[in-house]
C-alpha cells in the first residue's frame, strides 16, 4: 500500500479545504518545500501535491515550488490542479515528477485525456472527484451530469496509468473515506486506483490495507496529519507493514 502525504499550495503556503471549499480553509505555517523535506525525512517516497491556484486559473502557478522539491528531494510526486493543456503537462513531466493529475479539463474533454495518455504514456493520473454519485468539476464548485462509474467505463481503455478516486463529501472532514464507492470504482479501473478524501485515523488506512482489491495502490493523507490526528511515526509503519 503505497501511501501519498498531500500538500495543497496556495499562495505559496500549505493549506486545506473543507470539502472544497475555498473559503473554508487552514492556513499552516510550513512552506511546502519544508513540509516535503519533513515527509522525505520521515522515509515516504511518495507526495500528492495539488496546486489549488493552478485549479483556480487553469496555470502552472506552482511550478517552481515542484521543481524545487523534485530538485531536492528524491521522492516521488504526482501533481494535479488545473492542468488544462498538453503545455502545462510537459512542463510538470519535464520538472520530473511521476504523475500529472488531470480532472476537470479531462471530464469535459475525453479527446483530450485521450491525446494527453497518448503524449506522455506512463504519466497521466485521473482524477475523479465524486459528490453523490456524480463527477464535479472547475475546482468543485461545478456539478457535471455525468456519473462517475459511466464516465470512467468510457475511458477506461485510454490509457490512464493511475486514478485517484476522491469522495468530496468526505474530503476534509475525517469521517474516514467512502472504502465502498473506491472499490465500485476499483472493480472498473483498468489500472490502479489511490483512495482519497477523509483518512481521519491510522484505523483507515488499516482498513484501506484490508480491501481485498489489486487494483487499489494506496491512500492520500492530508488534514489528519496537519491537525497531529495522525503521527508520522506511526504513519510510515504502515508503509512496510
Wanted: aromatic share 8%; hydrophobic share 35%.
Amino acid at each position: 500500500m503505497k501511501i501519498f502525504p498531500a500538500i495543497d499550495i496556495k499562495d505559496k503556503k500549505c493549506v486545506r479545504l473543507v470539502k472544497g471549499d475555498f473559503d473554508n480553509k487552514t492556513v499552516y505555517e510550513m512552506s511546502p518545500v519544508e513540509q516535503a523535506r519533513k515527509y522525505k525525512d520521515y522515509g515516504f517516497k511518495n507526495l500528492h501535491i495539488v496546486d489549488l491556484d493552478g485549479a483556480l486559473t487553469g496555470e502552472t502557478v506552482s511550478l517552481d515550488i515542484i521543481k524545487e522539491i523534485v530538485n531536492k528531494f528524491d521522492i516521488k510526486i504526482e501533481i494535479g490542479g488545473g492542468v488544462r493543456n498538453l503545455e502545462s503537462i510537459k512542463k510538470y513531466t519535464d520538472a520530473g515528477v511521476e504523475k500529472v493529475i488531470l480532472g476537470s479539463a479531462a471530464i469535459k474533454d475525453k479527446n483530450f485525456l485521450k491525446e494527453a495518455c497518448e503524449k506522455f504514456p506512463n504519466k497521466i493520473a485521473l482524477g475523479l472527484d465524486a459528490k453523490d454519485g456524480y463527477l464535479s468539476v472547475s475546482g468543485w464548485r461545478e456539478n457535471s451530469n455525468q456519473l462517475t462509474l459511466d464516465y470512467l467505463g468510457e475511458v477506461k481503455d485510454y490509457g490512464v496509468s493511475r486514478l485517484i478516486y476522491t469522495d468530496i463529501n468526505k474530503d476534509g472532514m475525517k469521517q474516514g473515506p467512502n472504502f465502498k464507492e473506491t472499490s465500485k470504482v476499483a472493480d472498473i479501473s483498468n489500472c490502479p486506483v489511490i483512495i482519497s478524501g477523509g483518512v481521519s485515523s491510522i484505523d483507515d488506512i488499516k482498513k484501506a490495507k484490508e480491501i481485498n482489491n489489486r487494483n487499489i495502490e494506496g491512500i492520500i493523507v492530508g488534514k489528519a496529519i496537519y491537525d497531529g490526528d495522525i503521527k508520522l511515526e506511526e504513519l510510515v509503519k504502515e508503509l512496510d507493514a
